[in-house]
């Protein structure tokens, strides 16, 4: 079986095949970059639009395959930016209607889980899921996948983002300020918010920016930020771990490919005496390929639904979602 996968939730348009064996067969991609600023909804949306085509026809050529080897259509149905979901399923349902397939919605935090637990091999790990506009500690519990704590304002990545194009700089903000940490020297105190099991990004921010205004340098400022912000993630982890004595942790989200959280959440978890397994980057990020396995373990158990009632869903929340699957 092959299926194909459709990522449209924020800045990134996305197509990938797997097959049943979790094999990615293609995963092509394409990220929406402001000029400044943030990311805007409608213009994101005009960018998914305009390529998507090419995304398919490339994708299908990667995999080697015609649209005659394709079982199913999976696609993002939330959460995420509205106009960009709708971009993402109208091109769903027209492959659907045109190749004569399933379409299968997918809950796009869950895909994050579910690719890292096919690559890892880990049965039943805790997921910190790091992106832009989610920060999640997730667990499976009775059918679903419950959210342990999350963030109360921004995601971390919305957050490191911000900060980057309030220092100077343009989106993503996450990869540029990691390299500038690299040049930090001096870790200066920032406040630390973590409430229980919930983060909190915002009084962060504000402080940050007053740090950078005060005259500390950009890459301490960076070091400071990245050190604060990470332990606050590392901190709920390990809460979440000690609690539920799950023995590994995934790691998922644009914000998992920071190399500083990875290796903080690693120490933690084998300190533990658990594992701590991160996907290449490619998949950490938005991607098609995790769409299109997820929609194969759901397509497996009937999960499909009629293009009439293939509505977006922009706040759907991780626990809405049963997971056959898991049973
Ligand atoms: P996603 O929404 O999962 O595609 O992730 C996008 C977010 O990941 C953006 O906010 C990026 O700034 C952030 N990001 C990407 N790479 C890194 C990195 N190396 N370190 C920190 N954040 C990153
Ligand atoms: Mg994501």
Not at 31 to 55: K, Q, S, T, W
Request: charged fraction near 20%.
């Amino acid at each position: 079986m092959r299926v194909l996968g459709i990522e449209s939730t924020a800045h990134t348009a996305s197509v990938g095949v797997v097959d049943e064996t979790a094999a990615v067969l293609a995963n092509v991609t394409d990220m929406y970059r402001p000029a400044r600023g943030g990311i805007h909804p409608r213009e994101a949306a005009n960018h998914h639009v305009e390529l998507f085509p090419d995304l398919v026809a490339n994708a299908l050529r990667t995999a080697r395959v015609g649209p005659d080897a394709i079982d199913a259509i999976a696609f993002s149905q939330g959460p995420g930016l509205g106009p960009c979901l709708r971009a993402g399923a109208t091109v769903a349902r027209t492959l659907s209607l045109e190749w004569e397939r399933p379409l299968v919605p997918v809950n796009h935090c869950i895909a994050h889980i579910e690719i890292a637990r096919a690559l890892s091999g880990l049965g039943d790990p805790l997921l910190l899921y790091a992106s832009g506009g989610n920060t999640q500690i997730v667990a499976y519990g009775h059918g679903r996948y419950r959210v342990l704590g999350e963030t109360l304002d921004i995601g971390v990545g919305n957050f490191l983002d911000k900060l980057w194009i309030e220092l100077g700089g343009s989106f993503p903000g996450g990869p540029a300020l990691e390299a500038d940490a690299r040049q930090g020297t001096t870790l200066h105190p920032l406040p630390y918010s973590v409430h229980g099991m919930d983060v909190a990004f915002s009084g962060l921010l504000t402080a940050a920016i007053q740090l950078h205004r005060q005259g500390v340098p950009r890459p301490d400022v960076a070091l400071s930020v990245e050190t604060t912000a990470y332990s606050m993630l590392t901190e709920v982890t390990e809460r979440a771990l000690a609690h539920r004595g799950h023995g590994s942790v995934v790691l998922g989200g644009g914000v998992a490919c920071n190399e500083r959280l990875r290796t903080m959440v690693r120490t933690m978890a084998e300190g533990r005496g658990a594992t701590m397994f991160a996907p290449p980057r490619s998949l950490c990020v938005d991607n098609g390929a995790m769409i299109a396995w997820t929609g194969l373990l759901a397509v497996r158990h009937g999960r499909t639904i009629p293009v009439e009632e293939s509505v977006v869903l922009p706040r759907q929340r991780t626990d809405q979602v049963e997971v056959p699957w898991r049973n």
